[in-house]
């Protein structure tokens, strides 16, 4: 089982749609969650950033963490062509050295 | 705002030519890394480095090497290169800098990215 899981997409919505990307994982360890966005051709930006379970909210962006089922998602609402982009989760433990692990992606298609 | 900065969006060598890909982020931070990124594959860590001359290998190191001489600049080098290192270089740097071998909070900034094809 390999230790990051996304489905690559791609998924394509309409604009305006609500928007649904997950990813489950299998280490129990990991504590931080983040959400990259990559445009074609250029380097993956940090969309949001959560520590444990829970969620956050960032404007039209919901980042859920749920550690019991080892499952995290983002939520887009109203969901714009500009959103169209390859998303990339990633995850990392509290100890005291490790790098991210990441998912490889969803590509996201919004449609006008 | 951060920048990282790779010095080449775009190259094309040959089998067997060493290849310099150059790194500089302007936010004094401590953790820099080097990854691939290929279809179907996603992002894999080849180096990265948590101060300066400092280096530890990631899950793909083998036939890259990698410099740090200054803190602000990460070389990645293909020493005698080879078209299955044909791929999408990412570097990035790590926010906020730590102290020591501790790197796991894990906010990225990630440079541009550098497009190899070895011919």
């Known amino acids: 089982q390999k230790e990051v899981e996304q489905d690559p997409g791609p998924l394509s919505v309409p604009e305006g749609a609500i928007v649904s990307l997950n990813c489950t994982y299998s280490?129990?360890?990991?504590?931080?969650f983040m959400w990259y966005r990559q445009y074609s051709r250029k380097g993956p930006e940090l969309l949001m950033y959560?520590?444990?379970?829970g969620n956050k909210e960032d404007g039209r962006f919901t980042a859920q963490v749920d550690k019991s089922s080892k499952y995290i998602s983002l939520f887009i609402r109203d969901s714009q062509p500009s959103d169209s982009a390859t998303y990339l989760c990633?995850?990392?433990?509290?100890?005291?050295?490790?790098?991210?692990?990441f998912g490889k992606g969803t590509m996201l298609l919004v449609s006008p | 705002d951060v920048k990282v900065t790779q010095s080449s969006r775009y190259l094309v060598k040959r089998t067997g030519e060493k290849v310099f890909l150059e790194c500089v982020q302007d936010m004094d931070h401590e953790n820099m890394f080097w990854y691939r990124q290929d279809p179907g594959l996603g992002l894999r860590l080849i180096y990265f480095s948590y101060d300066v001359k400092m280096k530890e290998k990631g899950d793909i190191p083998e036939g890259y090497s990698v410099s740090r001489e200054k803190k602000e600049r990460f070389s990645l080098i293909l020493e005698s290169a080879s078209t299955n290192q044909t791929s999408m270089y990412l570097c990035a740097s790590m926010f906020p800098g730590t102290s020591g071998r501790s790197i796991n909070t894990g906010e990225l900034f990630f440079g541009e990215g550098s497009r190899l094809t070895v011919l």
């Open positions: 990633a995850m990392s433990t509290n100890s005291g050295y490790s790098t991210l692990t």
């Open positions: 959560t520590y444990s379970s």
């Open positions: 280490n129990s360890a990991f504590q931080y």
